[in-house]
C-alpha cells in the first residue's frame, strides 16, 4: 500500500505563484496514476488534475485549465501541481490521490488512496 504526503502549501498573494509536490512511501509513486483534488471550505471536494504513470496522459478542471500545471518526475518519485496566477478562491486544501490504473480519471471514487491534504490560502 502507498501512503501519499503533500508538500508547498502555503500562503500567499494573488496573482502569485506556488507548486505542490505529492511523495510516496511505501510504493513508487511512479506506478500510480495520481490526482490532485481540492475542497474548500463549506464546499465539496474538487477534481483539478491528473496524471498518468508515464506523464504522457493528463487531465485537467476545464476552470483550471492554463493555470495549473501538472508534471511528474518518476526518477524522484514526485509528482508536482504548479500553480500560477493564483486567485482567492484557489484557496482550498489541496489533496493528492493515486490510483493503480494507466488513465488519468477525474473521479473520486477512482482514488483508493489519498494525502492528508496541506492548505493553500491566497490572499487579496
Known amino acids: 500500500q502507498v501512503q501519499l504526503v503533500e508538500s508547498g502549501g502555503g500562503l500567499v498573494q494573488a496573482g502569485e505563484s506556488l507548486r505542490l509536490s505529492c511523495a510516496a512511501s511505501?510504493?513508487?509513486?511512479?506506478?500510480?496514476?495520481t490526482a490532485w483534488f481540492r475542497q474548500a471550505p463549506g464546499k465539496e471536494r474538487e477534481f483539478v488534475s491528473a496524471?498518468?504513470?508515464?506523464?504522457?496522459?493528463?487531465r485537467y478542471a476545464d476552470s483550471l485549465r492554463g493555470r495549473f500545471t501538472i508534471s511528474r518526475d518518476n526518477a524522484k518519485e514526485i509528482v508536482y501541481l504548479q500553480m500560477n496566477n493564483l486567485k482567492v478562491e484557489d484557496s482550498a486544501v489541496y489533496y493528492c490521490?493515486?490510483?493503480?490504473?494507466?488513465?488519468?480519471?477525474?473521479?473520486?471514487?477512482?482514488?483508493?488512496?489519498w494525502g492528508q491534504g496541506i492548505q493553500v490560502t491566497v490572499s487579496s
Open positions: 511505501g510504493r513508487p509513486i511512479s506506478t500510480y496514476t
Open positions: 496524471i498518468t504513470r508515464s506523464g504522457i496522459g493528463t
Open positions: 490521490a493515486a490510483a493503480s490504473v494507466n488513465y488519468a480519471g477525474f473521479l473520486q471514487s477512482q482514488y483508493p488512496y
